[in-house]
């Protein structure tokens, strides 16, 4: 096992109704800014229900984050607490929305360009206003870590950054308000948790048995669900079940003690960029390719990943790995999410379009060795043509 | 799945000579009370490392923490604390001189009588002073939790408490610093990380799919690890996996949103008191008899345990069980903690001693579902001969 620091101190209150503890949670005499996204919402009732809770503090709103955050946006909303005084943030949504706010939080009092925040990914950040969460779309783990993903439309660059200081104090998870979310959303959240896991779990053996496992766990429970959960909306126990498996997934406890990947994100962010696909679907185009072309540095853990997850254990090594990334494939593909950048009516231009962009933004050497060179990264993009 | 609440603030530092982070993880001026039990810690270095790492703070120090910790002895240190105007408490040991600590925390700023934090089970804690952990023992998770048992010894009374106040702010798990320890020490840590996580997982089912399957995780690892832990003292993996696992079996993760069980425990805690068993072998004694009593109420999760801890698939229900419950009381016994109490030379009338007891605690409405009645109890501990 790798040493580790782990800490996490953000309060998950889960269950219905408990929207109404909001009341409780934030401190009485704070001055607070709702946060939230588009019209989602307010039409679901949500907004509605948060206002209720804090009818007896004093309260302002800010509307119109967008699904992949903006500095220019956000920078509006820091302008806003700073002059009206505001001391404690609500974020009503789901990761833009929460990933937005660590931002702001951390850049109202900063002293100097909060973008700074961002090139130094965090490093500058040296406290925050204090903020809860009401999550509404279980995907990013965003209401339990401390980190962010924030865009600058003027550049369309795409930056992310961590502090201790921007862990929410507590988020309200509410299985009941997921029900009404469009299909599409909820299969990128089941897809969006996958990769997060496979991104902590799919590296070498380290003899982390507590972390594999548990990153184990949270993969069959999601194979388990997937597809259920799209086609019985308001099953309680399957949103809930698919809400803390999403929290689980990226709050740092599969992860700590074991080598991390990252390179199948660090690509998908570029496809976003580029084409606009949704953060979610960008990595189930690059993950099974991911996995096939690296397959011999990362044989020992996806023999153990065909073996536990997908209880593959005839063939060879490598018909074993050839059925565990298919069956990968063939998962995202039954939830309505193309594994195929031609889905998109992408091809080898857009293969050489991202490898240029992965070059201009410093990407060349991803992943858990930092040998997904540029080289690397066109045969994954390639692969999934 | 139930609804929930899950906070747990408390800093894990992971690994070999973060001991020295000491330095580092306690605040600058703190002025110090180094809290341990035994000569184990001064005869193993950790203390002289502690001491090293410490030695640009203001520190004193308080030995002679017992295995069950006493009121008594801890007011001792509540008053130098006093008298000294300490503010930083660290606990150096195994979950007794956690536990002390925790009481000592929120004692020594308590208006009133102290023992009163026991008999309303934490409820009066409005504060504690800060203190944080090095882990030299892996068995009670004390050192990831807000919990602590006490024992008055005037009275023989044995009493828990929990508090938000007394999260420990860190806790420096070494695995190294477990090589010294005595075999049945360490046996008794996988006993007591085992019956942690049974607690939490063998009541009914209730659809929560990822604390079903962590629980299952620490359970497979330590079954797993157990008996190569004691043959292989320092090999690090084995005990860095020992010591995660025993942290995890009892941070509140497994058991959110989960019913819990504890009768185990507190039939246990009896048997400790009366007849100075060792707590973990008191639970080796109770839990395989708990389960085959109560084997109706519980026959659900009893066969998934049956077949996805032990591989148990074919028989009738019943023999699925028996093979089960026969599995654990022979794990047990392969660490050579005995599984009767006829090796501790007790029999009928030890049963009814300890019923009595149960009775004039108030332990007469145990378990997940308050039915483990004084006859249930006599039934566990007469099929525990």
């Known amino acids: 096992m790798q040493n580790f620091e782990f800490y996490n101190p953000t309060r998950i209150v889960f269950g219905p109704n408990k929207i109404a503890e909001l009341n409780r949670l934030v401190p009485q005499n704070a001055k607070v800014l709702i946060l939230f996204g588009g019209a989602s919402a307010e ?10 809770a804090l009818s007896q503090h004093e309260v302002q709103e800010f509307g119109g984050i967008e699904p992949n955050p903006t500095y220019e946006t956000l920078m509006k909303a820091v302008e806003l607490i700073r002059s009206e005084k505001l001391d404690f943030l609500l974020a009503v ?15 109202v009092n900063f002293v100097g360009e909060p973008w700074d925040i961002l090139t130094t990914h965090g490093a500058v950040v040296k ?5 809860g ?23 369309l660059t795409k930056l992310a950054f961590m502090s201790e200081h921007v862990f929410p104090q507590f988020s309200i998870l509410d299985p009941t308000k997921t029900y009404t979310l469009p299909k599409r959303q909820v299969a990128n959240g089941v897809v969006d948790a996958y990769v997060h896991i496979m991104e902590q779990y799919l ?11 548990f990153a184990e766990s949270l993969l069959l429970t999601l194979i388990e669900i997937g597809p259920k959960v799209l086609a019985q909306p308001e099953d309680y126990d399957l949103r809930a079940n698919l809400m803390w498996v999403a929290t689980l997934a990226l709050n740092g406890l599969i992860g700590a ?74 998962f995202f593909e039954s939830l309505e999410v193309p594994t195929r950048l031609s889905a998109y009516t992408l091809g080898q231009d857009a293969v050489h379009h991202v490898v240029k962009q992965l070059e201009s933004n410093g990407m060349v050497k991803l992943g858990e060795k930092k040998n997904v060179t540029l080289d690397v990264s066109q045969r994954v993009l390639e692969a999934s043509l």
């Open 257 to 330: 003690g074991v080598p991390q990947d990252w390179a199948t994100h660090m690509i998908g962010h570029e496809l976003t960029a580029a084409y606009d696909i949704d953060h979610a679907r960008t990595l189930a185009i690059v993950l099974p390719s991911m996995l096939s072309i690296r397959r011999t540095e990362k044989r020992d853990k996806l023999l153990q990943y065909a073996e536990r997850v997908w209880q593959i254990t005839s063939g060879s090594d490598d018909e074993r790995i050839d059925q565990a990334i298919a069956k990968t494939r063939a």
């Open 127 to 131: 406290h925050a206003i204090p903020f």
């Open 93 to 107: 949504g789901g990761g833009s929305v929460i990933d937005g706010t660590k931002f702001i939080a951390a850049a």
């Open 43 to 52: 039409k679901n009732g949500t907004l509605a229900e948060v206002r209720t």
């Open 133 to 155: 969460t009401v999550l509404t779309l279980p995907a990013t783990g965003s209401e339990m870590n401390e980190g962010a993903v924030i865009t600058r439309q003027a550049t």
């Open 203 to 213: 590296t070498y053996p380290v003899d982390g048995r507590v972390q594999d496992r």
